[in-house]
């Protein structure tokens, strides 16, 4: 099994984290100073405005992914106490086939808005005749895209708005291993002078929609019956996914959890998490009712199969990505060579991420791992140090009273007791 498997990694110390990546190869010197410094405020101030400080997330690793055949260390920001455990648990739990996973040619598209059109019917008769005109007017504000295989690849237009009848004209770009906002942001501003005089009317949008149908991922994973305790937590998984089919409410959390996956890796490699989450949740209610992303169901050996199909625009060059250092840290501890391998890999952590919370919610309930690190910051906020912080946390667990206050209080009475 590939470097993925890291025994014992989160009973080390973080030094010990970041020493054993170094000397795997993984990390180099360089790398360590900047991950134990963190991001530099020269390079804030350039990414952001009015810049004063930076606001820090752990950055931590996923361990025993594998996925298509390979293994991956997976770099995830998170606040939220126990999703990186939760998801190297289920990670582990789906080996030793782990996580098969694809991705769709990364196609973007960009829209112009037309407004008070005096024909909308000819006016897409007129821009589809034009159509290869177009792309290749287009494709001269795509920069170095056409060059690497990539670029505006399609033209469509369609008529929105009922009696209002607004006409849309959208540009279908491939963006390489780009997210492509400023790609495809140019391409439509730059022809949408072009398309007024073809169509008439008057463009008034001329931007990039999130909702990346033709930029579409997949996963699937099985896990052995055996594996996570039998049949009856297999019918209560799959009853758990039926719950969020059947109730808007309860798919809103179910898919919630997917995302605390996809959006802690996404923003490990400093990609846009919002355009990554509009994108997921209007792709989860493309049908006309908003249903989970994902799907379990059981095999014809009661084993229990997990899908999932989402949209995911990210990219491993250009932005943020490339201003960045520990973005880039965070792609070299990946590994991947491609948008579309980061694609597949998020979709893959997703679903892991997924199977980890409808886990924990049909067996031993949600709160107990979750309360033991919800224990643990507060005893780091109460100021326990050391080993004190283990015995706070002890003694919040075992009388189950895991309030700021109490954390206070067990850690001023150590730190008394210690100094006499």
Not at 24 to 52: F, T, Y
Not at 201 to 222: F, Q, Y
Not at 277 to 289: D, F, M, P
Not at 405 to 418: C, G, N, P, Y
Request: include cysteine; hydrophobic fraction near 45%; aromatic fraction near 4%.
């Amino acid at each position: 099994m590939p470097a993925s498997r890291l025994h014992n990694f989160h009973r080390l110390g973080l030094g010990e984290r970041v020493a054993l990546l170094k000397e795997m190869g993984v990390l180099d010197d360089g790398d360590v100073d900047l991950l134990c410094k963190g991001l530099p405020l020269s390079v804030a101030e350039r990414m952001a405005e009015n810049v004063i400080s930076e606001q820090h997330l752990p950055l931590g690793i996923a361990t025993n992914f594998k996925i298509n055949g390979r293994g991956y260390l997976i770099p995830m920001a998170t606040e939220e106490p126990s999703v990186i455990a939760a998801a190297s648990h289920a990670a582990k739990l789906a080996l030793p086939e782990g996580f098969v996973a694809s991705a769709s040619r990364p196609v973007m598209r960009g829209q112009i808005q037309l407004a008070n059109v005096p024909s909308p019917d000819d006016a897409i008769r007129k821009i589809m005749n034009s159509r290869d005109e177009l792309i290749r007017k287009a494709n001269g504000f795509a920069g170095s895209l056409p060059s690497l295989g990539g670029g505006v690849i399609d033209l469509g237009a369609r008529i929105i708005g009922g009696e209002e009848r607004m006409v849309v004209v959208e540009f279908y770009v491939d963006t390489r291993d780009a997210m492509g906002a400023n790609a495809i942001n140019t391409i439509v501003e730059r022809m949408s002078s072009e398309v007024e005089g073809i169509a008439g009317g008057e463009a008034i949008l001329r931007i990039l929609s999130n909702l990346a149908t033709e930029r579409i991922a997949k996963a699937k994973v099985t896990y052995k019956r055996e594996t996570i305790g039998g049949e009856g937590v297999v019918d209560r998984i799959i009853g758990a996914y039926r719950f969020a089919c059947y109730d808007i409410y309860r798919a809103a959390t179910h898919n919630k959890g997917i995302m605390n996956g996809v959006t802690a890796v996404a923003l490990a490699t400093s990609n846009d998490t919002r355009a990554v989450e509009a994108g997921a949740h209007a792709y989860a209610s493309i049908s006309g009712k908003y249903l989970p992303l994902s799907k379990w169901v059981k095999d014809s050996k009661g084993d229990l199969v997990g899908e999932i199909e989402m949209p995911l625009a990210v990219g491993i060059l250009g932005g943020a990505i490339k201003v960045n250092p520990i973005a880039q840290i965070s792609l070299k501890i990946l590994g991947v060579r491609s948008a579309t391998e980061l694609a597949e890999v998020i979709c893959a952590v997703g679903l892991a991420q997924n199977f980890a919370a409808l886990y924990a919610l049909v067996t031993e309930g949600i709160q107990k791992g979750h309360m033991k690190l919800h224990a643990r910051s507060m005893a780091i906020a109460a100021g326990a140090s050391g080993d004190d912080v283990d015995r706070v946390v002890d003694e919040l667990l075992r009388g189950g009273d895991i309030r700021f206050s109490k954390a206070k209080e067990v850690t001023e009475r150590l730190q008394l007791r210690s100094t006499r």
